[in-house]
């Protein structure tokens, strides 16, 4: 089955300053990759995602990378801001009939102001 | 957009006793629904995938007859905790997936805000 291993599990970062979290998956049929923001005691927001057609997608600070041929995807934050210290998740599947997602294993990402 | 509304989000109960879950899909129906637990400062793991109209799919580890899960309408799922020890403490969160085409945006996965289940 797939796997799926994310770095850093943790990240500090001042204020303003870019924050990048990288994921790897094994299954070369995945062909969907979201990323999802977890605030403690909430459940896990979708903030992108990616589809394997596209190498790049950017909405207004976030932007996610793709390279397939690596298997390996990013999420870049720019002009962090304190709003954004969550735990962030990224995950791979197939979408056809199920969209059965694999996670990382997490990114707690503090932003200091 | 797509809500998904989990109640209750927080229980405390007694050592073997049963503890129901539900998750609602409040704007969209959901074919699929999953069921996830997630311990402290841990990932998400997949518990079952619950189908409208059929049993779920439970993934390998976890015990069908300890987690029952119905689907009985496109908008509700139900996570029930039969018999809850302390070890069954946890964080337990669903996700619903709208009915619609595999590339169409109602592909995507809506999250609940999660249960945090105590036994005592």
């Known amino acids: 089955g797939e796997n799926v291993e994310q770095h850093p599990s943790t990240l500090s970062v001042q204020e303003g300053d870019s924050a990048v979290i990288k994921c790897t998956y094994s299954d070369s049929a995945s062909n969907y990759f979201p990323w999802y923001k977890q605030e403690l005691g909430k459940g896990p927001q979708l903030i992108i995602d990616?589809?394997?057609?596209?190498g790049e997608k950017k909405d207004q600070r976030i932007a996610v990378t793709l390279n397939k041929t690596a298997k390996h995807f990013s999420l870049h934050i720019t002009e962090t801001q304190p709003e954004d210290s969550a735990v962030y998740f990224c995950?791979?599947?197939?979408?056809?009939?199920?969209?059965?997602?694999?996670f990382g294993g997490g990114t707690r990402v503090l932003v200091k102001p | 957009g797509a809500v998904v509304s989990q109640h209750p989000s927080w229980v405390i109960c007694k050592s073997g006793t049963s503890v129901k879950i539900e998750c609602r899909s409040l704007?969209?129906?959901?074919?699929?629904m999953f069921w996830y637990r997630q311990f402290p400062k841990q990932s998400l793991m997949l518990m079952a995938t619950?189908?409208?109209?059929?049993?779920?799919?439970?993934e390998q580890g976890v015990e069908k007859d300890k987690f029952l899960i119905n689907h009985a309408s496109l908008t509700l799922s139900t996570l029930t905790v039969t018999s809850a020890h302390p070890e069954d403490s946890s964080f337990y969160i669903c996700?619903?997936?709208?009915?619609?085409?595999?590339?169409?945006?109602?592909?995507?996965?809506?999250f609940g805000a999660g249960s945090r289940l105590t036994v005592l």
């Open positions: 990616i589809r394997s057609n596209v």
């Open positions: 704007d969209f129906q959901a074919t699929t």
């Open positions: 995950a791979a599947s197939i979408l056809v009939a199920g969209n059965k997602l694999t």
């Open positions: 619950s189908n409208e109209g059929s049993k779920a799919t439970y």
């Open positions: 996700s619903a997936r709208a009915a619609g085409g595999i590339f169409s945006g109602a592909n995507v996965l809506t």
